[in-house]
């Protein structure tokens, strides 16, 4: 309930507001997806919406709906799912507004209401870690995908960069095993730098885990690759020392913020 309060409001709001994309006109979803697509470049490469082109694809966590939006128009046969209403209600939006087909639909992936090895793509961009229970997450992506079909999955890395600089104890500890065995589950403060509304309050619930831990909950897919992506800009007292864009190809394979999962069951 906490996260369907919370996320009624779009995941990208800020920085909506921020390209003067103030409503849902035609002109402002394009001067966001230009601004999203900006901030994250290798997004297509590692959702490759463009061979999804007549397969039966899942999307969990929908926010603005911009890459949603590209599924769909890359021809696949889009269903979007998410436990708030107002990133379903942007996403259908978005689908009548260029005449596309699909639908997004109201639900939770803890329990989702799609049938048995139903989709052959299964996607959710920044959305399990979340939930409550990611391990349940990646349980039922198993379930509803068909054999052979593929996840495309990012969750938050425990070892990023950010971690280590800001929260570097329990960082520490968890590196050392006294509790990396579990998912960690953030404190406020943390919960708030990673994702918060417009008013300043954090996410209901956010954990992090690491590469081993992701690898291990997936045991049951025949093929897991994962990857590390983005970083922000390194800076001091709010001056940007180094740009995000130098970092971006450097930092960000070594010890990004998330964690990019490609899996095939």
């Given at each position: 309930e906490a996260n369907a309060r919370f996320w009624n409001e779009l995941c990208g709001t800020s920085l909506a507001k921020s390209l003067g994309a103030t409503d849902r006109s035609l002109d402002s979803l394009r001067r966001f997806d230009q601004g999203y697509m900006d901030i994250y470049?290798?997004?297509l490469?590692?959702?490759?919406?463009?061979?999804m082109r007549g397969k039966k694809v899942l999307e969990i966590g929908l926010g603005y709906g911009t890459l949603g939006q590209k599924i769909a128009e890359a021809g696949a046969d889009y269903t979007g799912l998410d436990i708030a209403q107002g990133p379903v209600d942007m996403m259908n939006h978005r689908l009548r507004l260029q005449g596309l087909p699909g639908r997004a639909i109201t639900g939770s992936m803890l329990e989702c209401p799609l049938p048995d090895a139903?989709?052959?793509?299964?996607?959710?961009?920044?959305?399990?870690?979340?939930?409550?229970?990611?391990?349940?997450c990646v349980d039922e992506t198993w379930r509803v995908l068909k054999p052979g079909?593929?996840?495309?999955?990012?969750?938050?890395?425990?070892?990023?960069?950010?971690?280590?600089?800001?929260?570097?104890?329990?960082?520490?500890?968890?590196?050392?095993g006294s509790n990396a065995q579990h998912a960690a589950t953030a404190t406020e403060s943390e919960r708030r730098a990673y994702d918060s509304d417009s008013a300043g309050h954090a996410a209901p619930e956010t954990v992090?885990?690491?590469?081993?831990q992701l690898r291990a909950m997936m045991a049951r897919f025949s093929r897991v690759s994962l990857e590390l992506e983005n970083c922000n800009h390194l800076g001091l007292r709010g001056l940007v020392l180094v740009p995000r864009s130098i970092l971006l190809?450097?930092?960000?394979p070594i010890a990004g913020l998330d964690i990019y999962c490609n899996a095939t069951k």
């Amino acid at each position: 309930e906490a996260n369907a309060r919370f996320w009624n409001e779009l995941c990208g709001t800020s920085l909506a507001k921020s390209l003067g994309a103030t409503d849902r006109s035609l002109d402002s979803l394009r001067r966001f997806d230009q601004g999203y697509m900006d901030i994250y470049p290798y997004l297509l490469r590692r959702v490759p919406a463009a061979a999804m082109r007549g397969k039966k694809v899942l999307e969990i966590g929908l926010g603005y709906g911009t890459l949603g939006q590209k599924i769909a128009e890359a021809g696949a046969d889009y269903t979007g799912l998410d436990i708030a209403q107002g990133p379903v209600d942007m996403m259908n939006h978005r689908l009548r507004l260029q005449g596309l087909p699909g639908r997004a639909i109201t639900g939770s992936m803890l329990e989702c209401p799609l049938p048995d090895a139903s989709m052959d793509c299964v996607v959710s961009i920044g959305c399990f870690h979340h939930t409550g229970n990611l391990a349940r997450c990646v349980d039922e992506t198993w379930r509803v995908l068909k054999p052979g079909g593929a996840a495309y999955l990012m969750v938050y890395n425990r070892f990023s960069y950010l971690r280590w600089l800001k929260w570097f104890r329990p960082t520490l500890r968890a590196a050392l095993g006294s509790n990396a065995q579990h998912a960690a589950t953030a404190t406020e403060s943390e919960r708030r730098a990673y994702d918060s509304d417009s008013a300043g309050h954090a996410a209901p619930e956010t954990v992090f885990v690491w590469r081993a831990q992701l690898r291990a909950m997936m045991a049951r897919f025949s093929r897991v690759s994962l990857e590390l992506e983005n970083c922000n800009h390194l800076g001091l007292r709010g001056l940007v020392l180094v740009p995000r864009s130098i970092l971006l190809p450097v930092l960000g394979p070594i010890a990004g913020l998330d964690i990019y999962c490609n899996a095939t069951k």
